[in-house]
């Protein structure tokens, strides 16, 4: 695929494969239920099965046809904070800690930053990046964070990762990652459109990562997401369209693109795409499926593998628990486990929220209850806040004058303000420090509680 858009190289079915399928498996059944606006898809069938996809799901009949009736006002809005939802659909996890999942193969990057090859560097970044989508097909929804909440993560492959909650309405998350090779930064603030029983989720960011040993700094703009039959039918998640991760030190850049699903899962997870130099000439090829593993190979100007070489597989998907009922990996679980919080953990950590640890516990009335709770007690800390004509600070991040322009929207540009580095160099160091029980701690995530001792 050369810079012309008109050579016909390795992947030549690549670019119509998105439009083929983008609609192909999409069926409504208007009338066969009684509801109107209704599309269910069932991402291993084909067009035909719609009306039994549809009686198929995690919601009991009343459940279903309650919900659905207060959803239907809010079709065509972005309804990322505006709506209360059951506990029954959340897994165990908030959307600070969900955002650490990309740390699962943060060993990639430490081979971006030791390799020589320019392109194949970006291989290994590119690979990195692909690689949390499949944790991202869990079906289940994340906590949104209370403002002011943070997680941590230490003791995996090197690193230390800090989110924090930097805005509620917008909901907004900044997050920190670094080790000897390299730092990682984003500003993320999602956006929905509710189509009934779908919802695209865009990834509003700006991810930037600066490999140490060179300094060079890439720029990652992910693919839209679509969460398929959310009410009626089998929940279902598909990425569809481009990946694009920008060397901005030297101008190469990897272009990838997933496939949408298409009848009976033709398609489904493939991603395909190329490594280009400055010149936009294709040097190395990508292949393989988000949900398995990605392979690379040399390839000439017309984006043909060079004779000689061969496939290479670069990821591959870790082993998985069996049968876990919030389809979570392993790193999942030491996500929520504290065996990866710091000596000292700020009362303000996802891990500590009540609610979420009764939903880890299987007592779904009382993360319920949990959940009304801490939300009421925000709108109380909002209240107060602005009594006093006091405006929320975040903690670790500092808000810059920088605007991004994304494809879907402009975003404000929050920095990692390097406060938390000192705190973990002192806590660390110190020797008075005693080993808490941290799961006694309670969570305490709001501006202006007495913070002292932190």
Same mark, same amino acid.
Request: hydrophobic fraction near 35%; include cysteine.
């Given at each position: 695929m050369s810079k012309d858009s008109e050579n016909k190289g390795f992947f030549a079915a690549m670019s119509s494969g998105l439009s083929m399928f983008s609609n192909a498996m999409h069926r409504s059944v208007n009338g066969l239920l009684g509801y109107e606006n209704l599309e269910v898809i069932n991402p291993e069938g +084909?067009?035909?099965?719609?009306?039994?996809?549809?009686?198929?799901?995690?919601?009991?009949?009343?459940?279903?046809?309650?919900?659905?009736?207060m959803m239907q006002k809010y079709i065509g809005a972005d309804v990322t904070s505006m709506v209360t939802l059951p506990v029954i659909i959340f897994e165990p996890m908030t959307m600070l800690q969900k955002m650490a999942e990309l740390m699962e193969?943060? $060993?990639?990057?430490?081979?971006? #930053?030791?390799?020589e090859?320019?392109?194949?560097?970006?291989?290994?970044?590119?690979?990195?990046?692909?690689s949390v989508y499949y944790a991202y097909q869990r079906t289940?929804?994340? &906590?949104?964070?209370?403002? +002011?909440?943070?997680?941590?993560?230490?003791? $995996?492959? *090197? @690193?230390? &990762?800090?989110?924090?909650q930097v805005s509620h309405h917008p909901p907004m998350s900044a997050g920190h990652c670094e080790n000897e090779h390299f730092t990682y930064d984003i500003t993320s603030k999602l956006k929905t459109k509710f189509l009934g029983n779908s919802c695209d989720v865009y990834p509003v960011g700006r991810t930037r990562v600066t490999l140490k040993? !060179? *300094?060079?700094?890439? #720029?990652?703009?992910?693919?839209?997401?679509?969460?398929?039959?959310?009410?009626?039918?089998?929940?279902?998640? !598909?990425?569809?369209g481009e990946m694009i991760l920008t060397n901005l030190t030297t101008g190469d850049k990897v272009v990838l693109y997933f496939q949408p699903c298409g009848w009976f899962?033709?398609?489904?997870?493939?991603?395909? *795409?190329?490594?280009?130099?400055?010149?936009?000439?294709?040097?190395?090829?990508?292949?393989?499926k988000w949900s398995e593993s990605m392979s690379y190979q040399p390839c000439d100007a017309e984006g043909e593998p060079l004779p000689g070489t061969e496939l290479k597989e670069v990821w591959r998907v870790a082993d998985v628990p069996p049968n876990d009922k919030f389809q979570y990996t392993y790193f999942a679980h030491k996500i929520n486990s504290f065996d990866t919080a710091p000596k000292k953990l700020l009362p303000s950590d996802s891990r500590l929220r009540p609610d979420r640890y009764a939903l880890e516990m299987g007592d779904m009335s009382k993360a319920g209850a949990e959940k009304s709770s801490l939300e009421e007690r925000q709108r109380a800390e909002k209240r =107060?806040?602005?009594?006093?004509?006091?405006?929320?600070?975040?903690?670790?991040?500092?808000?810059?004058?920088?605007?991004?322009?994304?494809?879907?929207?402009?975003?404000? @540009?929050?920095?990692? =303000?390097?406060?938390?580095?000192?705190?973990?160099?002192?806590?660390?160091?110190?020797? =008075?420090i005693e080993p808490e029980d941290v799961r006694t701690k309670e969570f305490n995530p709001w501006q202006y509680a007495d913070l002292s001792g932190v």
């Open positions: +084909g067009e035909g099965d719609a009306e039994e996809e549809a009686r198929r799901g995690r919601w009991k009949q009343e459940e279903r046809d309650s919900y659905w009736k193969y943060s $060993h990639l990057l430490d081979q971006a #930053d030791q390799c090859d320019p392109y194949l560097r970006l291989v290994y970044a590119a690979s990195w990046a692909i289940w929804k994340p &906590f949104n964070p209370i403002l +002011g909440e943070t997680y941590e993560m230490v003791n $995996h492959n *090197g @690193i230390t &990762f800090l989110a924090e040993r !060179d *300094g060079v700094v890439l #720029d990652l703009v992910p693919p839209p997401t679509k969460v398929n039959n959310l009410i009626f039918g089998r929940t279902w998640v !598909d990425s569809l899962g033709a398609g489904r997870y493939e991603v395909d *795409g190329y490594v280009y130099d400055a010149n936009e000439e294709p040097k190395m090829l990508m292949t393989g =107060n806040r602005e009594a006093k004509g006091d405006e929320f600070v975040p903690r670790w991040f500092d808000m810059t004058e920088e605007v991004a322009t994304t494809p879907w929207g402009e975003l404000e @540009i929050y920095q990692f =303000n390097g406060k938390y580095i000192q705190r973990r160099a002192d806590t660390d160091s110190s020797d =008075n």
